[in-house]
């Protein structure tokens, strides 16, 4: 079985080594639990929705049957307006259910430096929009990394799991967060099944 995982830096295993990103990552926890999915790595660096609106039908090759959702941080982090990247996540799950496929959409969560108007409309984004198209939610795709010990309003207690540049996990974080996502790509999976 085919999943398409259609994202950002996150995704594409921007700052790491080949085979040291989160699609690889994954693909060896899937492996080693029962495996029988092919994920395709649909990560482009720097992309925002609108690129993820822009890119899906081309993402959604014959042999998809399921897809993952990670984008919206770098919308996030150029303060893009939320109602922008609904309309684009939206539009992106559409695309896989005009098609039927099962969708596992990972959320962000804006920083507290945007204000929190900001953050209240970004951060309920996801799990309305997943309710919405019976999608699988990860709320945080830093969730492993939290239930590590770390916290996001805190960077010195995310420091051992990132790149210098604060915003990508290295090598050990991609482990932790691919552990937490990897039984949520499972469930997906259950769904075409």
């Known amino acids: 079985m085919t999943v398409v995982m259609l994202g950002d830096s996150l995704t594409a295993g921007y700052g790491l080594p080949d085979g040291e990103g989160l699609v690889p990552e994954l693909q060896r926890w899937l492996d080693a639990n029962g495996g029988g999915v092919i994920l395709q790595n649909a990560g482009v660096s720097g992309d925002t929705t609108a690129g993820g609106v822009a890119r899906i039908d081309w993402a959604l090759g014959p042999d998809a049957q399921a897809l993952v959702v990670e984008l919206g941080g770098n919308d996030m982090l150029r303060g893009l307006s939320p109602s922008e990247v609904r309309t684009n996540l939206i539009a992106i799950l559409q695309a896989a259910q005009t098609r039927g496929l099962p969708v596992?959409?990972?959320?962000?969560?804006?920083?507290?430096?945007?204000?929190p108007d900001y953050k209240a409309e970004f951060d309920a984004i996801y799990p309305e929009?997943?309710?919405?198209?019976?999608?699988?939610?990860?709320?945080?795709?830093?969730?492993?990394?939290?239930?590590?010990?770390?916290?996001?309003?805190?960077?010195?207690?995310?420091?051992?799991?990132?790149?210098?540049?604060g915003i990508h996990p290295n090598a050990e974080g991609v482990k932790l967060i691919a552990a937490a996502l990897g039984p949520e790509i499972a469930k997906l999976a259950a769904r075409v099944q």
């Open 104 to 115: 596992l959409l990972i959320g962000m969560q804006a920083p507290a430096n945007w204000g």
């Open 129 to 165: 929009i997943a309710a919405e198209f019976d999608a699988i939610l990860v709320e945080n795709f830093f969730h492993g990394l939290i239930a590590a010990g770390g916290d996001p309003g805190d960077p010195a207690s995310m420091a051992r799991w990132m790149q210098a540049d």
